[in-house]
């Protein structure tokens, strides 16, 4: 199950109290306060896990506290310090607050750290309130509670390539083409309910991270269809790839259809549209003559990236993954 926003409680550590005491041996006349102080409480603290691509866990478990610091003890004993509660989350995870909306942290690479809620300062126990004139003080601070808050976590794919266009326009079939990735493919509409991804291999030495995201339709931006809650994935994507079914049970304007998908695009996010965009007619094989050419001439004159393929034939494939590693270059430079 692809889970892509959790809301979660955390909470750092409480100190540990002080302790008031005094020394009371045999052949120490005077002892004196021997108090010793609370132990910090421990923080938390995310984690970003390559190893993780979705925020699943996180809907059985919404609470996560640190362990709170061991109380100070006599002659001079400091309480042990609460142990660390490091939290995974995947590559790509924003961590939100969850009442003002503040981006706190962004994770864009593995093994990156964010200290989301400090441990509580543990409290200094009656040794340290000895003074010249005050010799036997009986007073001990208690420790600081840890920091609490709600915060949001929104997991956004981190992929080079990000499939889009209408549903069951073929990119399902697309990214198992172009990688080693088996997505469900099916003749009906919103076949993938969920973004998948797929890595491309070019001569064994380049590859490429490929995200199928679900089909969009008009309105997605509202909530329409799948709606927008798998458009916030494309926002990482450095390159989009927008495939239009040029086959029989296509859309019968192809033109249109490409308008509307950009249109949801700019709608939800105006900086989507001045990604680098690749168009691709898909299902060559079967392609109606017609809506091809209309199409190929409306890139030529737009200045579009357009190139024809047949993800069940594989026509074309070897020259579409040359094209995504020219596009990603350019972008690196």
């Known amino acids: 199950m692809f889970i892509d926003r959790a809301k979660i409680q955390v909470r750092g550590g409480d100190g540990g ?20 102080d609370g132990g910090n ?22 609470h996560f ?18 142990v660390d509660l490091v939290v995974k989350v995947p590559v ?27 441990g509580g300062r543990g409290g200094r126990g009656n ?23 709600w915060i949001v976590l929104e997991l956004k794919v981190l992929a080079d390539v990000g499939l889009v266009g209408y549903p069951n326009a073929g990119k399902s079939t697309l990214i198992s083409a172009l990688s080693s990735a088996r997505p469900k493919v099916a003749d009906y509409p919103f076949t993938t309910l969920s973004p998948q991804l797929g890595v491309m291999v070019y001569h064994e030495f380049r590859s490429l991270v490929v995200a199928d995201i679900p089909g ?17 994935h494309i926002e990482r994507c450095r390159i989009l790839v927008q495939l239009i079914d040029v086959g029989p049970l296509g ?28 168009v691709v007619a898909s299902k060559l094989d ?17 200045s579009i990236e357009f190139l024809a393929v047949s993800s069940a034939t594989g026509r074309g494939i070897e020259e579409l993954k040359e094209r995504l590693i020219r596009l990603c270059e350019r972008q690196e430079r």
Do not use: W
């Open 216 to 232: 969009l339709i008009e309105g997605a931006h509202e909530g329409s269809g799948l709606g927008d809650q798998f458009l916030r």
């Open 92 to 118: 790509g995870t924003q961590v939100l607050h969850a009442e003002t909306g503040e981006m706190l942290f962004d994770f864009t690479e593995p093994e990156q750290s964010f200290l989301v809620a400090r």
């Open 286 to 302: 079967i392609a109606d003559r017609a809506k091809l050419a209309v199409l190929e001439e409306f890139c030529r004159r737009r």
């Open 127 to 149: 040794a340290a309130f000895a003074t010249a004139t005050r010799q036997a003080p009986r007073v001990a601070e208690p420790g600081q509670e840890g920091e609490e808050l």
């Open 41 to 62: 409480g421990g923080d938390v603290v995310l984690q970003s896990d390559p190893q993780l691509n979705t925020l699943l866990s996180f809907r059985y478990r919404q």
């Open 17 to 36: 109290n002080g302790c008031v005491a005094f020394r009371r041996e045999k052949f120490v006349p005077r002892g004196g306060p021997s108090g010793g």
């Open 251 to 278: 859309p019968d304007h192809p033109i249109e259809a490409f308008e509307k998908v950009n249109r949801e695009l700019r709608l939800y996010d105006e900086k989507l549209v001045a990604k680098p965009q690749l």
């Open 65 to 82: 506290r640190a362990q709170r610091g061991a109380h100070g003890e006599g002659n001079k004993r400091h309480g042990r310090s609460g």
